[in-house]
Every structure is written in structure tokens, then in C-alpha cells.
Nanobody, 114 residues
Framework: QVQLVESGGGSVQAGGSLKLSCVVS????????MGWYRQAPGKEREEVST???????RYGDAVKGRFTISRDNAKNTMYLQMNSLKTEDTAVYYC????????WGQGTQVTVSS
């Protein structure tokens, strides 16, 4: 079956960095589009960043210039490097792929304190 396993979440002070990873299995990862999404308490899930199967990245306005999405098709892994973190980045972060069917990870908590 398809599995997406995230790691790398945690607690960090404002201005710090974290790198999220998501290992994908059960699909041919190189043929999939992918993305990172987040959901803060009391808010709707929002798109953070996506990348097409061809490697074209896209970023939400809130994270442009601070976050970088990447993929390693040989390792079936996607990444989200998060720099200059702000308290408003606190949320549960989810990875997702569409191949074209959509699959989701279980989420990883990111907490940024002031």
C-alpha cells in the first residue's frame, strides 16, 4: 500500500530552522507531483509549497524566501527546508503526493516559540 512517513518536526525558537522529510513508498515517486501543507489550530489546511514531477517549485506567499522544497527521486523522499521560522509557522505539517491519486502523510508537529 502507499505510505508517506514524515519526520523532522519539533520545537524551535523564532529565527531557527528545521528540515522536514517525507519518505514515500508504494508508488513510483518520480512520476508524482508533491507538496507540503500545514494546519494550525482553528485554521483551515493551507498549501505551503508544491513541486511538479518535473521539479517546478511553487511557494505560498507566507513562506516565500524562507522555505525550500526539494525531492530526491532516488531515495523516494521529499524535503522542506524551513529557515527564519516565525511563531505563525506553528502548525501540523503534512506531505502529499498525487500520482494522480492523492495520498497524505500522518503529519508532523512544528512549534515555533518566541
Amino acid at each position: 500500500q502507499v505510505q508517506l512517513v514524515e519526520s523532522g518536526g519539533g520545537s524551535v525558537q523564532a529565527g531557527g530552522s528545521l528540515k522536514l522529510s517525507c519518505v514515500v513508498s508504494g508508488v513510483i515517486f518520480s512520476t508524482c507531483g508533491m507538496g507540503w501543507y500545514r494546519q494550525a489550530p482553528g485554521k483551515e489546511r493551507e498549501e505551503v509549497s508544491t513541486m511538479s514531477r518535473y521539479g517546478t517549485p511553487r511557494y505560498g506567499d507566507a513562506v516565500k524566501g524562507r522555505f525550500t522544497i526539494s525531492r530526491d527521486n532516488a531515495k523516494n523522499t521529499m524535503y522542506l527546508q524551513m529557515n527564519s521560522l516565525k511563531t505563525e509557522d506553528t502548525a501540523v505539517y503534512y506531505c502529499s503526493v498525487w500520482c494522480p491519486k492523492n495520498y497524505w502523510g500522518q503529519g508532523t508537529q512544528v512549534t515555533v516559540s518566541s
